[in-house]
């Protein structure tokens, strides 16, 4: 199978790269729009700002080829707010393949929560074939200061201070808000489940 991570002005792809390799997958780390574009499977991680990763991905044309993709695409923390319409962070226009939902900046008044969420945390009401094998309630590790609003594409919910979307769905398309390279056991599975697809 060939996996590509999608390479971009974005933290946590060598992680990424490492987890497939923990699994037995070599995934080619590339912004060949020919590389992507033939892939059976590709993901696209981010940790970063959003209005920079934008710009970075319109420059080289990257967020139209994202946006044509036919393949399963798998979205991880900025990867998958990238795949909503708008972000709060910096008023940000994104992808819009999810094209109702909006990314929302955590209110550090709602019950004092400390920005960014770093840590463990539950995944509720689990929807997809994403998650086979994967109990409900497993803890995976987060680290964000922006999140997914609930919509009619949320396969897995969390909350922390708000009730928000932990994984979301859209055809080929889907997203974590959760870093599965860092949540161990259920990262796996989960990584696994998107291979399988």
């Given at each position: 199978m ?15 790269q ?6 037995g997958?070599n ?5 060949d ?16 700002e ?5 710009n ?11 946006i ?12 998958m ?23 929302k900046k ?11 969420q ?54 080929n ?10 949540s161990a ?5 989960l990584?696994?489940?998107f291979?399988?697809?």
């Amino acid at each position: 199978m060939n996996t590509v991570i999608i390479k971009y002005n974005s933290g946590n792809i060598q992680s990424v790269q490492f987890a497939l390799q923990r699994i037995g997958v070599n995934a080619v780390v590339t912004d060949d729009m020919e590389k992507i574009k033939s892939a059976d499977k590709v993901i696209f991680p981010g940790v970063g700002e959003a209005s920079s990763a934008m710009n970075f991905l319109k420059e080289r044309k990257l967020n139209e080829l994202i946006i044509s993709l036919q393949q399963p695409v798998l979205g991880i923390c900025l990867g998958m707010q990238l795949l909503c319409k708008h972000s709060e962070e910096n008023d940000t226009d994104c992808l819009g393949i999810f094209e109702t939902v909006m990314v929302k900046k955590f209110d550090p008044t709602e019950a004092n929560l400390k920005i960014p969420q770093i840590g463990w945390n539950n995944i509720h009401h689990l929807q997809s074939p994403l998650f086979n094998l994967i109990p409900a309630d497993s803890y995976c590790y987060f680290v964000h200061s922006y999140y997914a609003e609930k919509s009619q594409h949320t396969i897995a919910t969390t909350e922390y201070g708000v009730t928000y979307s932990a994984a979301i769905q859209k055809n080929n398309f889907y997203g974590v808000q959760f870093h599965p390279e860092k949540s161990a056991v259920v990262g796996e599975q989960l990584l696994k489940n998107f291979l399988a697809i």
